[in-house]
């Protein structure tokens, strides 16, 4: 049976209360494909049985929340349902499980906790801010993973006198600072105005790159590594 539920933590929990005893569920809010015989149940979001879920989740793990919004920001396909089957085997086994790396289940989420975590820390220093003809900063992002607002804290803390948006374009989303406070909203598009002065820095951001670049030492496989492909396309210093 697959369990289809809003893509909502509250959706979430009420689709794990309603799997947990079947051993072939399937728990997503993606569209899926259907195997022969498969059915699909949708399931509407209860705030009071994802409360008592929460509740018995933490009582086995005080960071199981957390780990669970980790678990959905994950950008890998079938991030909900090794959530699922992660939380099933903590609640069977009615304690912590994170560091019980042998079994496939606590591996596998652990392992997408941990993309989480590196994507974070990497756009720490990837992201890339224009300043706009009104004074605010705008930063393109295209994250593998639902993170654009827990990069805000961060900013926030760097410019704390300047309003910014971080805008998840592929999500059509956006974590805004305005000077004083943060919050989330809908943003499919943004048209960008910028100021007099910005194609001057980016010109800056190139000379410095290319100054402190060796070409006879270029080690182009390291830097990818280090800095992946997919990261470039809002770096002024990547492009020509």
Known sequence: MIYLFD????GFLTAFVQAFTDENAVVTSKQTQLLLGEEVLSIPSNERVASKAAERLTSFDR?????????LRCGMEDNEQVAFRYFRLMAKTKRPIGRRLAEP?????VEYMKKVGLEIHRLHGFVRFI?????????PIEPDNDIAD???PH???????????????????????????????????A?????????????????YYHAVNIPSRERLRQMKGYM????????PEKQN
Not at 131 to 139: D, H, I, P, V
Not at 157 to 168: G, K
Request: proline share 4%.
């Open 105 to 109: 289940d606590v591996f596998h989420a």
């Open 191 to 207: 048209n960008v105005l910028i100021c007099a002065d910005e194609q001057g820095w980016q010109d800056l951001w190139k000379g």
């Open 150 to 152: 827990l990069l805000l």
């Open 155 to 189: 900013f926030r803390a760097r410019l704390p006198e300047y309003p910014f948006v971080l805008h998840d374009v592929r999500r059509k989303k956006a974590a805004v600072y305005d000077g004083k406070n943060s919050f989330n909203a809908y943003l499919p598009r």
């Open 131 to 139: 300043e706009t003809e009104s004074g605010a900063l705008y930063a």
């Open 228 to 235: 992946p492909v997919r990261y470039w396309k809002y770096m």
């Open 7 to 10: 893509g909502t933590t509250v």
């Open 63 to 71: 960071n199981a929340l957390h780990d669970l919004d980790t678990l």
